[in-house]
C-alpha cells in the first residue's frame, strides 16, 4: 500500500497530512504492511520502535511528528482495538501484534 513516489515528510521531516490521513484509514486487513509504512516515517524507529515476542513498542521521544502519528493510529478504529494494550506517561505504547505473529 505504500507509493514511493509519494512525499509522506516534508522538509523538516513532519508526516505530512496526507499521511496522517493514510495511517488513519489504512486497512485492516495489511497490518504488516501499516508496521512498514510506519517505521519508514517514524522519527528514529531504531531507538524509538521496537517488534519483539508478539509486542510492538512504539515511544514518541517527545517529537510531535510521531505524536501525530499516534493521533492517525487512534483514528484507525479497526487497528486500535484490534491491537492496542496501553499507553502511559512519556508518550510510549504497546501494541499487541501476537494475533499476525500467529498468522505466519
Given at each position: 500500500m505504500t507509493d514511493e513516489t509519494e512525499d509522506w515528510l516534508d522538509d523538516d521531516g513532519y508526516p505530512t497530512d496526507?499521511?496522517?490521513k493514510r495511517v488513519a484509514e489504512w486497512p485492516h486487513t495489511d497490518i504488516p504492511a501499516l508496521l512498514d509504512f510506519l517505521k519508514s516515517i517514524w522519527w528514529c524507529p531504531d531507538m524509538l520502535m521496537d517488534r519483539a515476542?508478539?509486542?510492538l513498542h512504539m515511544s514518541?521521544?517527545?517529537w510531535s511528528g510521531n505524536e501525530s502519528i499516534i493521533k492517525a493510529l487512534q483514528q484507525n478504529r479497526i487497528f486500535w482495538v484490534m491491537?492496542?494494550?496501553s499507553s502511559r506517561r512519556g508518550g510510549h505504547h504497546e501494541f499487541?501484534?501476537?494475533r499476525l505473529e500467529a498468522k505466519r
Amino acid at each position: 500500500m505504500t507509493d514511493e513516489t509519494e512525499d509522506w515528510l516534508d522538509d523538516d521531516g513532519y508526516p505530512t497530512d496526507a499521511t496522517l490521513k493514510r495511517v488513519a484509514e489504512w486497512p485492516h486487513t495489511d497490518i504488516p504492511a501499516l508496521l512498514d509504512f510506519l517505521k519508514s516515517i517514524w522519527w528514529c524507529p531504531d531507538m524509538l520502535m521496537d517488534r519483539a515476542g508478539g509486542k510492538l513498542h512504539m515511544s514518541t521521544g517527545g517529537w510531535s511528528g510521531n505524536e501525530s502519528i499516534i493521533k492517525a493510529l487512534q483514528q484507525n478504529r479497526i487497528f486500535w482495538v484490534m491491537h492496542w494494550e496501553s499507553s502511559r506517561r512519556g508518550g510510549h505504547h504497546e501494541f499487541d501484534m501476537s494475533r499476525l505473529e500467529a498468522k505466519r
